[in-house]
């Protein structure tokens, strides 16, 4: 079965920091990478992709991507209270298929 | 309105029943998901399919069962033999094409 595994927190900010939420996946093959964002009873919601090696600007996020690694990453510049979620790391399996796997989720505190 | 709609929200089941939950998309996706999510969890998948009258089991898929006769539905049954249903159901559909998915607003499941 192939993995994503991201560490469950809680990660704690003050407010105005840097919040940086880490991935890592077992599928060598994986050409698609998401972040979503989770508020308590809700569902989840998309807040970036990425498909190259690099960083991916958008806003205050910043995703990264190291295939060699198999490591994706989500930076989030002047953290914010409302910022405070579980964010889903989702990987998008090679072999045709169209399945998404998602991590176990990090949860962040953003603290005023 | 663009987007994904799961009904009811809310759903109480007895022992021993079957149930049926309801996604509906007009985003024109091909693929459709169904995850579950128990609390502190992240989300597994229990199937997920990519074209009409085409599905694929995901990791947890005993006990459950779906069907896929239009390309806007995607309706999840849970069977009886599934020992423990209480949880989140969360719907999700993409395009084709390493595309993100995105997500209906859930139905939180409980047995009484």
């Known amino acids: 079965q192939k993995e994503v595994e991201q560490n469950s927190g809680p990660l704690s900010v003050p407010e105005g920091a840097i919040a940086s939420l880490n991935c890592t996946y077992s599928?060598?093959?994986?050409?698609?990478f998401f972040w979503y964002r989770q508020y308590s009873g809700k569902s989840p919601e998309l807040i970036m992709s990425?498909?190259?090696?690099g960083d991916k600007e958008d806003g205050r996020f910043t995703a990264q991507l190291n295939k060699a690694s198999q490591y994706v990453s989500l930076l989030i510049r002047d953290s914010q209270p409302s910022d405070s979620a579980t964010y889903l790391c989702?990987?998008?399996?090679?072999?045709?298929?169209?399945?998404?796997?998602f991590g176990t989720g990090t949860k962040l505190q953003v603290i005023p | 309105d663009g987007g994904i709609t799961q009904s009811p929200k809310y759903l109480f089941r007895k022992e021993g029943q079957n149930v049926t939950l309801s996604c509906e998309q007009n985003?024109?996706?091909?693929?459709m998901y169904w995850y579950r999510q128990d609390p502190g969890q992240g989300l597994r998948l229990i199937y997920y399919s990519q074209i009409v009258n085409d599905f694929q089991k995901g990791d947890i898929a005993e006990g459950y069962s779906v069907s896929r006769e239009k390309k806007e539905s995607f309706p999840l049954t849970v069977t009886s033999a599934q020992k423990n249903p209480t949880a989140f159901y969360l719907c999700?559909?993409?395009?084709?094409?390493?595309?993100?998915?995105?997500f209906g607003q859930g139905t939180r499941l409980t047995v009484v």
């Open positions: 599928d060598r093959g994986s050409q698609s």
């Open positions: 990425i498909y190259s090696n």
């Open positions: 989702a990987v998008l399996e090679s072999g045709g298929y169209q399945k998404v796997t």
């Open positions: 985003l024109n996706h091909d693929a």
């Open positions: 999700a559909s993409s395009g084709r094409l390493n595309t993100e998915a995105f």
